[in-house]
């Protein structure tokens, strides 16, 4: 059972008053039969008061139904009568339980009541009595914890919701030991992670929606969006010490109760001020790979009824792969929180980070005759990254109108985001039955992304040997045409720029060796592999302004049988963004860790440089388009959800919201003319390529449209419950360079069977996913300044289970796999029907997803031992099915041990047998891909490493 914090009652009595008010009280109850965990806390809400209980007594008991008007007393004992369970004490604020044979209490669970409205937790599962790393032990019969994402009364259970709902402790996420914020969802069965990029800009997809975006899901802090339109969340969030919980919902109520989120939303909810006393954590973490991180935590009463607290990390990050680079960064939020005598709350919080992460380019792979994918000499797919010091500064030709002339991208400040987060949350209970609440918060936000891209517009193409390269009649650079109104080539422009040219040849950027064409030996000795290729620059910035609010009221009535919690409200988001990604440039390169970036100069015959082709290595420029878009959307919505039950058994849930959305863009217009370099500027090209012109083109747009649910559970025994789902919900687009896009549609049905008994919780459910008309962009491989625009829908049919088995009392064992079968369909570049594409597999879809996780638990509460499996099916890199991923595994084994009460040591070996992995080919050489003379360019996952964290409660 997750931890909640006790609510206090009797403010401005003396402490012997309170609890004899207390306990005079008389209330009113609406307690179902139900298991015992989730009875009491639902009990611990109404009554008001604090019960102290351990998980091993609650463990498989069942209380009794307790609906009318009784002394808090009388009706706790009615509530245990026909269990195992014994009321030890209680003084009117404070009551203990245990089992009837049961030793003293030693790590009790505490059940509290927390009031809540919309998304966020009614038992507020938040303030746990013990730090991360340090829990009691979870119960076996985790189907009957409240949950919180996706529901908006505080009955729901895992067993009796009519949602598909993960539920991830802090506990859960040490196990884990993610790292990136993007691994945390592979918590979450049928969530398909491709954390190949690094700590942030990593792509995720949902019950077979085609990979590489983060669309249709919506990450949370807290119940609201951390974005609005979900895509670039991790860049804003990354999980720490302050994070007690993840809780996911996959579609179902995902949709209704948060914006962008209708194929799931996945929700981290923050620790909350003790109102009890002061606690304090730290925690260190070091990394084989050289990363070091402290996260810090503190909370403590102020006032009666006032508490606050403050937590976050700094780390200095050298990365999973080898970098000469070392990028730090820090996050801090604050929350200061004031509850009232009759149950209500406000709670500010405040967040601020200034983080520097490193990001992975995707390389080149070699393709064995026999057909196995393979590093390229000098690359080891496992452990290196092309980017490194040559890439540390370029001074890039950009439009004078851009205000830079000279736009700098460099390396070294990787992806630099910053961020400060306001947020207020408000509940006020009008009476017993009827609650009012509201929650706002604004992102004030940038980031300002330098990243390398390998293969991107060229593709396989440009990855040839060096001495194609500097041969005139093949090298890849040869049909380019650098003057600006001319039709003469690349090196037709050299011959006449550099009269008496005997031949070419390369100019280290780092050491200004010159390698000729005729050293053919030097050469084809470059890195073991003797290869070039053109990497593009992508500099891109990015400021937000995103204001969020999510407003309502909740009534809750009962009689006769019928239990009903209905909850209405509206939601008001204007995002603001600012975005600029000009200046975007290609250089050639080695194929090596840190690898060296060469200027093209053409000798003389005495060996000696006449001049450069390139300047400083960059062939050419504005090669990605100009890229420059101001945007605001302004969305209101308005919704329903009710969840209703009718006995004790049958659960009927049903919601729906409607979103008006207003779109406004203006975008950077391209002049007719490109503007020239400036003067002396190196190299063979006189303009800089695609120029804004300091004009901007508007665009708006008005779309609506409706997400609708229904949802039913009917608990058949104690132990068997059968619940099926219809939603529909849908995908805002926003605005971009393309111009305003429309709504994108989701369709999903599901339905399943859970089954809970001692020592075995499970569930088995099929689903159907319907995605129409997917927008999404890609560059064109013929016309790399140009973005295509695709439309495609996708079907899905699947299968979901997930299951915990405890045969022991010492050995646990989770399992959690997805079989999906994606189909695409109707696909379009640019509107033009691409039927040649109908039936493929969807780009970067696994059909088969797999975690099985055998634990260990140590005598006496020590913690535990754990490994952990894990299986990705194969994926296509394309659409066209050309290029295909295997399938692989991956061995982790880990262990969390409590030294003593206040210290646990954590450890996670990752990739233990040092498997390899492929998460996406090339997106950008086009929708078919193929292998070229052995080579094709993706990303792999890293090879073998470890993390070892030592958290202290202070």
Excluded at 328 to 342: H, R, T
Aim: aromatic residues 10%; hydrophobic residues 35%.
């Amino acid at each position: 059972m997750p931890m909640v914090s006790a609510m206090a009652i009797g403010v401005g009595l003396a402490p012997a008053a309170a609890a004899a008010a207390a306990q005079s009280t008389v209330r009113r109850f609406d307690v179902a039969r139900q298991p015992a965990s989730a009875g009491i806390v639902r009990f611990a809400q109404q009554a008001g008061i604090q019960i102290l209980a351990p998980s091993n007594a609650t463990r498989g008991e069942t209380v009794a139904a307790v609906r009318g008007q009784f002394r808090v007393e009388d009706a706790l004992r009615r509530l245990i009568a026909p269990s195992r369970l014994r009321l030890v004490s209680f003084d009117g604020r404070t009551a203990v339980i245990t089992a009837a044979t049961a030793a003293p209490l030693a790590r009790p669970i505490a059940f509290a009541p927390g009031p809540q409205s919309g998304t966020a937790s009614p038992a507020d599962p938040s303030t746990p009595a013990t730090p991360p790393g340090a829990e009691p032990a979870a119960s076996d019969d985790s189907q009957a914890e409240i949950i919180v994402t996706g529901n908006t009364s505080d009955r729901r259970t895992l067993f009796n919701s009519s949602s598909n709902v993960t539920l991830a402790s802090a506990a859960d996420l040490l196990r884990k030991a993610p790292r990136s914020t993007a691994e945390t969802l592979e918590l979450v069965p049928g969530v398909f992670v491709e954390g190949t990029a690094g700590p942030i800009s990593n792509n995720y997809s949902v019950r077979g929606l085609r990979g590489g975006g983060q669309t249709f899901i919506t990450l949370e802090e807290d119940g609201m969006p951390i974005l609005y339109n979900g895509a670039s969340a991790d860049f804003y969030f990354q999980n720490d010490i302050t994070i007690n919980r993840l809780e996911a919902v996959e579609g179902g109520t995902s949709g209704i109760l948060a914006p962008n989120g209708a194929g799931a939303t996945i929700n981290f909810i923050s620790l909350k001020p003790d109102h009890e006393r002061a606690t304090a954590m730290v925690r260190y973490t070091g990394t084989t790979y050289g990363d070091l991180r402290a996260d810090g935590y503190f909370s403590a009463p102020i006032a009666d009824g006032w508490a606050f607290n403050v937590g976050g990390y700094v780390t200095s990050q050298k990365g999973v792969r080898r970098t000469p680079f070392t990028f730090n960064a820090y996050d801090v939020k604050a929350m200061l929180e004031k509850k009232f005598d009759n149950g209500g709350y406000l709670r500010l919080t405040l967040k601020h980070g200034d983080k520097h992460f490193p990001y992975y380019a995707g390389m080149p792979f070699r393709v064995t005759a026999g057909g196995e994918i393979d590093s390229v000499p000098g690359l080891n797919l496992k452990r290196d990254d092309v980017g490194g010091r040559s890439f540390t500064q370029f001074l890039v030709p950009n439009a004078p109108a851009t205000g830079e002339p000279l736009r700098r991208f460099s390396s070294v400040d990787g992806i630099h985001v910053k961020a400060t987060t306001y947020r207020l949350d408000l509940e006020v209970p009008v009476s017993e039955s009827l609650r009012l609440f509201g929650r706002a918060r604004y992102l004030d936000g940038s980031y300002d992304f330098n990243g390398i891209f390998p293969g991107s517009g060229s593709g396989t193409a440009g990855l040839t040997s060096a001495i194609t390269y500097l041969t005139p009649a093949s090298s890849p650079l040869a049909g380019l045409t650098p003057l600006q109104g001319s039709s003469s080539t690349y090196f037709q422009v050299a011959a006449q720029r550099f009269p008496g040219v005997a031949q070419y040849g390369l100019r280290d950027m780092r050491t200004g060796q010159v390698i000729a064409r005729s050293d053919a030996a030097t050469l084809n000795a470059l890195n073991g592999n003797g290869l070039l290729q053109q990497t593009v620059l992508n500099h891109q910035t990015l400021a937000t302004r995103d204001f969020g609010s999510d407003f309502g009221v909740k009534w809750d009535a009962g009689g006769s049988g019928i239990d009903n919690s209905l909850t209405v409200g509206g939601m008001v988001y204007n995002v603001r963004r600012r975005n600029n990604q000009s200046a975007v440039a290609t250089v050639l390169n080695d194929v090596g860790n840190n690898s060296s970036v060469y200027d093209m100069v053409a000798l003389n015959a005495a060996g000696g440089v006449l001049g450069s082709l390139t300047n400083n290595g960059m062939v050419n420029y504005g090669n990605w388009g100009q890229g420059l878009f101001n945007d605001e959307v302004t969305s209101l919505s308005a919704y329903f959800n009710d969840e209703l039950t009718i006995g004790e058994r049958l659960h009927v849930d049903f919601g729906a919201r409607y979103e008006h959305q207003h779109v406004r863009v203006d975008i950077g217009q391209s002049a007719a003319v490109n503007a020239a370099v400036p003067a002396g500027t190196p190299g063979l090209y006189d303009n800089v390529g695609s120029t804004f012109n300091g004009r901007y083109d508007r665009q708006t747009a008005t779309y609506q449209d409706w997400a609708y649910t229904l949802g039913v559970n009917y608990e058949l025994t104690d132990h068997v419950a059968l619940y099926a789902r219809g939603a529909h919900g849908f995908q805002t687009n926003g605005g971009d360079t393309g111009g305003t896009h429309a709504p994108t549609g989701l369709t999903l049905y599901e339905g399943g069977v859970r089954l809970r008994t001692t020592g075995f919780n499970a569930s088995l459910i099929g689903f159907r996913t319907e995605f129409r008309d997917q927008s999404y962009q890609f560059i064109d491989p013929a016309n790399p300044a140009q973005a295509s625009n695709a439309l495609a829908d996708n079907t899905t049919n699947g299968v979901q289970a997930d299951a915990t088995l405890r045969p022991l009392s010492f050995f646990s064992v989770d399992a959690q796999g997805v079989y999906q079968r994606p189909k695409l369909g109707n696909l379009r570049f640019n509107g033009v029907a691409q039927p040649q594409y109908d039936g493929n597999t969807p780009e970067r879809t696994p059909k088969m997803l797999l975690t099985v996780t055998p634990a260990f638990i140590l005598p006496d509460g020590l913690g535990e031992i754990y490994g952990r499996w894990k299986y990705i099916g194969k994926i296509f890199a394309d659409s066209g099915n050309g290029i295909a991923l295997p399938a692989y595994s991956v061995f982790s084994v880990g262990a969390s041990v409590d030294v003593s009460p206040r210290l646990n040591l954590s450890v996670s070996v990752d990739n233990l047998t040092n498997a390899k992995g492929f998460t996406e080919g090339n997106p950008r050489q086009g929708q078919t891909q193929s292998i070229v003379d052995g080579y094709f360019y993706g990303r792999a996952i890293v090879g073998r490493n470890a993390l070892v964290s030592a958290t202290l409660k202070l």
